[in-house]
């Protein structure tokens, strides 16, 4: 058997372990959280394996051995130092992050400002993901058709069918741990490769060490790249953008509770480390071998060019597997993440907020194929990995930035300065890269250094200068929009509610016995399901819109901060703890609470309030109502 043969039986067995891993994390999905968010059940291990894993991708391994090779040391600030920094970032965020019980970054700024802010970020996020998808499977076709000769499209195809149909079965589940097993391949292919690239000098009648000090004082030079103000531009180009890159998010609200949302990501970190470590050591043996690349393209095949250089057909075979792990780890993650968007923050929300759940649960399937079909089809007519994520990352950077950090800090911050700036600055970022390509076709940076980047500065500054201009000169916020993000602003708004339910009347026992239970971490989660039947024969539906204007109209605790999909009980500062309702079935009410541990017994007071509250409403519709398992 042929490496090329043998890759393909290779492929077909990883390709059916993830279908089989898509398939057992599909069984028990419920609803759009057990979609996008696992449940919120997932442990340290996943979330540090998951979190590098989907920012180490086939692209990654090659981009940032050609960066080594092609510049030296100095350039960490473009790519390594970058992914790293940004998740330590978000692991001293985390805590604050959980705190707001959303499913999509779009989610939370709606929460913290208004309906109006979340679409424009919605579409912002999906095209940024989509791009970094790209990017995913250029690194894919570049491999298959190095090693095999196999046509691009073709290659695209393979990928896009796999990723298709184990994300579109287990939702974000299957991608953590699908991440998990692919993490473990492309580590593997990292490592085998370092070691290879380690015994070239050797070979060459020289050591690594000396290799190393041949190298020059410049390929040494951290500060290559412009000195100290060159650095700085670059992360204030980039790392803004790896910070507010909503995949991450997604892993700390899919986290049982903080503890694991911040070691996980501290962990994928230190993992992240570990492998530029060997793209560091693979790009120094290079050097000993082969002379200095041509350009930075170039610099990247040569990891490719290498394999096929100095591995049997078999090793090849097996480390083809690596990349397609590497590829499909992080084209997984995008895919799912832009499509979240889409459907919750724009379809959910504005199109079909009455929608059942397992209407949403099927538009959630197909808008992941959807997203993986765009991403493949861009990846067909481009070839630059660098160039695509870059435009994704400063995209993000100038578009929405500002209001998800302004959001969770100041108070301050208005609806209208943070939309001001997504329009402002996402809109500048987008003409000047349009300018750079269509129309001066050459790097801004050739007209200055401060428009390194695609000129993302500019984009940036205008953002943030409109943001705090606006938000200054416009009424503060209502402190029901302040309250889940400020403790003490929740505790003004909200006070303590005190509850008094006759815990041994027959119904308050009848409904406490269908809520279902579980603990997660520093939290749990209740669950009650409500079945609704019509009181005459010839009785109606439940109609969505209807009921949750009534309710919101004879109990003012009942709020709709993120659209009538989703109805809030706010009846205390902690909004994870707060009553939720949304619509299950056709007639079928859902009610969920996620409260700490020590505060399970109120909120099971708070679900039956909030069951007779309910029930009160729904029959001056001529609807009655029954809790059911």
């Known amino acids: 058997m042929d490496s090329y043969h043998l890759f393909l039986l290779l492929l077909g067995l990883y390709i059916a372990m993830l279908i089989g891993i898509g398939i057992r994390s599909s069984r028990g999905q419920r609803s759009v959280t057990d979609f996008w968010l696992a449940g919120q059940e997932i442990k340290t291990a996943n979330i540090g394996f998951s979190s590098a894993a989907s920012w180490l991708t086939a692209s990654a391994l090659l981009l940032a051995t050609g960066l080594f090779l092609f510049i030296g040391v100095g350039s960490i600030w473009v790519w390594v130092f970058p992914n790293v920094a940004a998740l330590l970032i978000l692991a001293m965020l985390s805590g604050r992050v959980r705190n707001v019980p959303a499913l999509t970054q779009p989610e939370m700024l709606e929460i913290r400002y208004d309906p109006m802010v979340r679409a424009p970020v919605a579409l912002a996020i999906a095209i940024s993901m989509t791009l970094f998808a790209v990017t995913d499977f250029i690194g894919f076709k570049l491999v298959l058709g190095t090693f095999f000769g196999v046509p691009p499209f073709y290659a695209l195809l393979i990928m896009a069918v796999a990723v298709s149909i184990y994300v579109s079965l287990g939702g974000f589940r299957a991608v953590v741990w699908t991440d998990t097993v692919q993490f473990l391949f492309l580590a593997g292919l990292a490592v085998v490769v370092a070691f290879l690239a380690y015994k070239l000098p050797a070979a060459n009648g020289t050591s690594m060490v000396a290799t190393a000090s041949s190298l020059g004082t410049q390929w040494w030079d951290l500060f290559l790249l412009g000195g100290l103000s060159g650095i700085l531009i670059l992360q204030l180009a980039l790392l803004p953008g790896w910070v507010a890159e909503q995949d991450p998010w997604q892993k700390i609200w899919a986290a049982r509770d903080n503890k694991s949302a911040k070691r996980g990501l501290i962990m994928g970190a230190v993992l992240l480390g570990v492998i530029y470590l060997a793209c560091l050591i693979t790009a120094v043996g290079l050097r000993s071998h082969y002379p200095v690349p041509e350009g930075e393209m170039a610099a990247e095949m040569l990891y490719l060019q290498f394999i096929v250089d100095s591995c049997p057909g078999a090793l090849i075979a097996v ?5 397609a792990a590497a590829s499909m780890s992080c084209a997984d993650t995008f895919a799912t993440s832009g499509a979240s968007c889409i459907s919750r923050d724009l379809i959910q929300r504005h199109i079909r907020p009455q929608a059942t759940m397992k209407e949403m649960m099927i538009i959630n399937r197909v808008l992941v194929v959807v997203m993986i079909a765009i991403a493949a089809f861009i990846a067909y007519r481009v070839d630059s990995i660098l160039d695509a994520v870059i435009i994704a990352t400063v995209i993000g950077t100038t578009s929405y930035f500002f209001p998800i950090m302004g959001g969770l800090f100041w108070k301050r911050a208005t609806k209208w300065g943070a939309l001001t700036a997504v329009i402002i600055g996402g809109g500048t970022q987008i003409v000047l890269i349009s300018y750079e390509k269509f129309w001066l076709r050459a790097p ?27 938000s200054l000169i416009t009424p503060r916020p209502d402190p029901i929009r302040l309250a889940p993000f400020f403790p003490e602003m929740g505790a003004k708004v909200f006070g303590s509610e005190a509850l008094s339910v006759k815990r041994d009347d027959p119904l308050y026992v009848k409904v406490r016995n269908k809520i279902e239970e579980k603990m997660v971490g520093e939290r749990a989660h209740l669950h009650l399901r409500l079945d609704i039947e019509p009181l005459m024969a010839d009785g109606g539906e439940l109609e969505w819109n209807s009921f ?6 004879r109990h003012p605790r009942w709020f709709t901060p993120t659209g009538s999909n989703t109805v809030y009980r706010l009846s205390q500062a902690d909004m994870q703890a707060c009553v939720k309702m949304v619509r299950g079935d056709r ?17 099971k007071d708070e679900l039956y309030v909030s069951y007779l509250e309910i029930e009160e409403t729904l029959s001056g519709l001529d609807l009655v109502v029954s809790p059911v398992r």
């Open 319 to 323: 480390l083809a597997i690596g990349f």
């Open 587 to 603: 007639l079928q009410i859902w009610l969920s609470t996620d409260p700490r541990l020590s505060q399970i017994e109120k909120e």
């Open 444 to 470: 801004l940076d050739s007209i200055s250094p401060y428009l390194t980047e695609h000129g993302v500065l500019v984009g940036l500054s205008l953002s943030a200068f409109f943001f705090v201009g606006v």
């Open 548 to 553: 949750v204007k009534r309710i919101k109209g």
